[in-house]
């Protein structure tokens, strides 16, 4: 067993709250579509790192729930002061569905491997999940430290905690 397991379930468990928490606290800030997507998410989170990631069709479920929480994370939303976010964590929903899917299909052959990867169509989904995990962090670092926040204040700081906890969630599920 990887010494470095346990530590990740832990700060997975740990990022989902943090991140489902920051949420709620924004309350009427975050539209209804970014709030279930962000309770989509740590629910997940929370699964995976409880250990429930491992079987076939748990998998499978979390894969199946994550993407389409990652749809209907961004319906409606268009335009709106709250859209950029939103689909900042339907990009999160998106990715960790992949990484589900991902490890799915690498099957047996990623725990004897030591991580993802493999050839055809699991090296897809593979080069998938590091693209999508660098893709959320460069989101995450452009958003907070680059252009100008929408939301100011309380509310903004929460966001900033939301997204980076989101962001180092995601990049722990995907790579341990």
Same mark, same amino acid.
């Given at each position: 067993?990887?010494?470095?397991? @346990?530590?990740?379930?832990?700060?997975?468990?740990? !990022?989902? %709250?943090? *991140?489902?928490?920051?949420?709620?606290?924004?309350?009427?800030?975050? @539209?209804?579509?970014?709030?279930?997507?962000?309770?989509?998410?740590?629910?997940?989170? /929370?699964?995976?790192?409880?250990?429930?990631?491992?079987?076939?069709? /748990?998998?499978?479920?979390?894969?199946? %729930?994550?993407?389409? !929480?990652?749809?209907?994370?961004?319906?409606?939303?268009?335009?709106? @002061?709250?859209?950029?976010?939103?689909?900042?964590?339907?990009?999160? *929903?998106?990715?960790?569905?992949?990484? *589900?899917?991902?490890?799915?299909?690498?099957?047996?052959?990623? %725990?004897?491997?030591?991580?993802?990867?493999?050839?055809?169509?699991?090296?897809?989904? *593979?080069?998938?999940?590091?693209?999508?995990?660098?893709?959320?962090?460069?989101?995450?670092?452009? !958003?907070?430290?680059?252009?100008? @926040? %929408?939301?100011?204040?309380?509310?903004?700081?929460?966001?900033?905690?939301? !997204?980076?906890?989101?962001?180092?969630?995601?990049?722990?599920?995907?790579?341990?």
């Amino acid at each position: 067993m990887d010494p470095l397991l @346990p530590a990740a379930s832990w700060l997975m468990a740990l !990022s989902a %709250v943090v *991140s489902a928490t920051a949420c709620l606290g924004m309350w009427r800030s975050v @539209p209804w579509q970014g709030r279930q997507s962000a309770l989509v998410m740590a629910a997940a989170m /929370i699964t995976v790192a409880a250990g429930g990631g491992g079987d076939t069709m /748990i998998g499978l479920v979390l894969g199946v %729930v994550l993407l389409a !929480s990652a749809m209907l994370g961004t319906a409606g939303v268009r335009g709106t @002061p709250g859209a950029n976010a939103c689909c900042h964590r339907a990009l999160v *929903s998106l990715v960790m569905a992949i990484c *589900s899917f991902e490890s799915l299909s690498t099957g047996a052959r990623a %725990v004897e491997a030591g991580g993802h990867g493999g050839h055809g169509f699991d090296g897809v989904l *593979s080069v998938l999940v590091v693209a999508g995990v660098v893709a959320v962090v460069l989101w995450t670092v452009v !958003s907070e430290w680059v252009l100008a @926040p %929408v939301h100011q204040g309380r509310t903004g700081r929460l966001l900033a905690v939301e !997204s980076w906890a989101m962001a180092t969630g995601v990049a722990v599920m995907c790579v341990a």
